[in-house]
């Protein structure tokens, strides 16, 4: 996850994004569409919210775990809620390193 940051996906803004649904072996691209930051993003703590938008035929999309890949930041399972039938929100909230 060390490369899954808001500096990386901050400069990932319409970019594609590997989907990977391991449930139903479903593979689509996502393109990512918003970078939100979080008021609790600071000195503590990363914060922030990603949202892609996939065609609406790709894939029915459902909550659950998705693993994304991109040359920017590698492979990353990560838990999804989808905001409807065309996008996907992941919301990341981590303590950074000391």
């Not at 035929?57 to 459902?62: I, K, N, Q, V």
Request: proline share 4%; charged share 25%.
């Amino acid at each position: 996850m060390e490369k899954f940051n808001l500096s990386t996906l901050s400069n990932m803004v319409g970019e594609a994004v590997t989907v990977v649904d391991p449930d139903i072996s479903a593979t689509f691209e996502a393109k990512v569409d918003i970078i939100r930051e979080s008021p609790m993003n600071g000195d503590e703590w990363e914060a922030f919210a990603v949202v892609m938008s996939v065609q609406p035929d790709a894939c029915e999309l459902r909550q659950g775990n998705y693993k994304l890949s991109h040359e920017k930041f590698g492979d990353i399972e990560l838990f999804c809620s989808p905001n409807s039938a065309s996008e996907m929100e992941f919301v990341i909230s981590r303590k950074k390193s000391q």
